[in-house]
């Protein structure tokens, strides 16, 4: 019988060689990645079961990530691992397709078994905010922020590479689009926020967790 394939993707060289470790007596580890587009190609081209993901990650967050592989492949499972133990982002992990949410720090207890989890067709929360997160959905959808739904997928790539300090001709070779077409984004971007200055962009960004400052 073959192994599970997995998948690691952090931007922490540390992190990645710990996870190494814990994962490969139990499962087949295909691949490690450091950032979001690096996991978009490593998934296109090893076809893992399974994806162990941050979400604070450069160039495209782990969200955005797994947004766009879960429509090409709705059947990999996805485990987020990752530092942020408030709802509103597990909340949007799982709407974003993750079978399971797991705490940096609860890696080496909880890891192993939410990926198994996920195999089955279940989903894991880390004990740590299952009751908050169960608590917030009863009182309404916990998410980040309402404003961000107004942004198209794209948009948010924009985003996040802007206010990474990449300039529009960058952001243009990375998307494989055009300057014009970055530039149209912003300002549509900065009108449906109701943002009147690029810094005031960033900050919008890092304050709502499309970018980290970490």
């Given at each position: 019988?073959?192994?599970?394939?997995?998948?690691?993707?952090?931007?922490?060289?540390?992190?990645l060689?710990?996870?190494?470790?814990?994962?490969?007596?139990?499962?087949?580890l295909?691949?490690?990645?450091?950032?979001?587009?690096?996991?978009?190609?490593?998934v296109?081209?090893?076809?893992?079961?399974?994806?162990?993901?941050?979400?604070?990650?450069?160039?495209?967050?782990?969200?955005e990530?797994?947004?766009?592989?879960?429509?090409?492949?709705?059947?990999?499972?996805?485990?987020?691992?990752?530092?942020?133990p408030?709802?509103?982002?597990?909340?949007?992990?799982?709407?974003?397709g993750?079978?399971?949410?797991?705490?940096?720090?609860?890696?080496?207890?909880?890891?192993?078994?939410?990926?198994?989890?996920?195999?089955?067709?279940?989903?894991?929360?880390?004990?740590?905010?299952?009751?908050?997160?169960?608590?917030?959905?009863?009182?309404?959808?916990?998410?980040?922020?309402?404003?961000?739904?107004?942004?198209?997928?794209?948009?948010?790539?924009?985003?996040?590479?802007?206010?990474e300090?990449?300039?529009?001709?960058?952001?243009?070779?990375?998307?494989?689009?055009?300057?014009?077409?970055?530039?149209?984004?912003?300002?549509?971007?900065?009108?449906?926020?109701?943002?009147?200055?690029?810094?005031?962009?960033?900050?919008?960004a890092?304050?709502?967790?499309?970018?980290?400052?970490?």
């Amino acid at each position: 019988m073959s192994r599970t394939r997995v998948i690691l993707a952090d931007d922490h060289k540390i992190v990645l060689e710990g996870l190494k470790n814990l994962l490969e007596p139990n499962f087949d580890l295909v691949g490690t990645v450091e950032d979001g587009r690096a996991l978009l190609k490593a998934v296109k081209n090893l076809h893992p079961d399974v994806i162990v993901a941050d979400i604070s990650m450069p160039l495209l967050n782990g969200i955005e990530a797994v947004r766009q592989i879960k429509k090409a492949d709705p059947n990999v499972k996805v485990v987020f691992l990752t530092m942020h133990p408030d709802v509103s982002y597990a909340a949007e992990a799982f709407e974003a397709g993750a079978s399971g949410y797991v705490l940096k720090h609860s890696a080496p207890s909880e890891l192993v078994a939410a990926i198994n989890d996920a195999l089955k067709g279940r989903t894991y929360v880390t004990p740590m905010i299952a009751g908050e997160l169960l608590e917030s959905y009863r009182n309404g959808s916990p998410k980040r922020n309402d404003a961000l739904t107004k942004l198209s997928s794209r948009q948010r790539e924009v985003l996040q590479l802007l206010a990474e300090g990449k300039v529009a001709k960058e952001v243009a070779k990375i998307l494989k689009i055009s300057s014009r077409t970055v530039e149209f984004h912003k300002y549509k971007m900065m009108e449906a926020l109701g943002i009147k200055s690029s810094a005031e962009l960033v900050r919008y960004a890092i304050k709502h967790g499309i970018v980290s400052i970490a």
